[in-house]
């Protein structure tokens, strides 16, 4: 159960974090990235992404308990452990597929306002 204790308390910290005045969250970042400053428009793809890491951390957890209640040592071994890393991968490349998208989507815009002569800003 430990580590879907650890799970359940890192979401939480995400979600205090989330609940807090936007300066906090840049403060913060800026901590950890050692003094790289965090523009204004990174904001709130850094919450929405700090809300879908608290979610997998908080789907972990449930799993964990549920498998530590219920399932046998091999599999609860499995969920606590290289799960939580798929996971975060599907995340990850969840985030990179939607961003891919919606930069294609805004060329395809902007192109097509170029070629009918219209301005997109």
Do not use: C
Not at 25 to 33: I, T
Not at 88 to 117: C, D, H, N, P, Y
């Amino acid at each position: 159960m430990k580590p879907a204790v650890l799970a359940a308390i890192l979401a939480a910290g995400l979600a205090v974090l989330l609940a807090l005045p936007a300066q906090h969250l840049r403060g913060w970042l800026a901590n950890q990235l050692h003094g790289i400053p965090i523009s204004d428009s990174a904001i709130p793809f850094l919450k929405r992404s700090l809300i879908l890491m608290a979610g997998v951390l908080t789907l972990h957890a449930a799993l964990v308990a549920w498998a530590a209640l219920a399932w046998s040592t091999a599999a609860w071994g499995f969920v606590s452990g290289a799960l939580l890393y798929f996971l975060f991968e599907a995340l990850a490349l969840f985030q990179l597929i939607t961003a891919k998208l919606k930069a294609r989507m805004v060329r395809l815009s902007a192109s097509s306002a170029k070629q009918s002569g219209v301005t997109v800003e």
